[in-house]
């Protein structure tokens, strides 16, 4: 029996070796080249969350910015979606005016986006109030309009005959 137990104790050893080997070698060629890439790719993962985070940092502030300025400016947005047309312009704004007439006039323009128009306009009224509420009206309407220099007054007795020019902004897409 004694042989026998001597056998199964060698044989215990070089099981136990031939497993402490093995463990040895796996831990040598695989377990810590595996473990110096995990933490290199740990580490580059820590500086891309980092990146990330501080990426979309801005993003919120910036998106948080377009949102504010998207609330203050619905108005000036929704005119510069809403097509300009010389007909409503005329009969908005006729009572205001004895005459007032629109005439396109044709310009070469770089974007294509304005369309120019001359405004002459007859009214009855001693100063150019009148005008200037039409002006502050023209700045409230539904259409992005821009109002050039210069503007010429010129009186005929009780009445007050202007004339300018004015860009009415269209959508060109």
Known sequence: MS???????????????SLFIGIVVFSVFF??????????????SKKEQQMIARVQGQYDKVNEKLEKLKSENTHTIKAFKTPFDPKKFTKNNHRDFEDLYLTEIEMVDQNGSF????????????????????????????????????IYFEREGDKIKSSFTMKVHRNAI
């Open 3 to 17: 042989k026998r137990q001597n056998y199964r104790t060698l044989y215990l050893i070089l099981v136990s070796l």
């Open 115 to 150: 369309k120019v128009y001359e405004v002459n306009a007859t009214t009855k009224i001693t100063s150019p109030q009148v005008f200037y509420q039409f002006l502050e009206k023209i700045n409230k309407s539904d259409w992005i309009i821009g109002v050039d220099f210069p």
């Open 31 to 44: 377990l810590i080249p595996k473990g110096k890439e995990y933490r290199a790719l740990r580490l580059e």
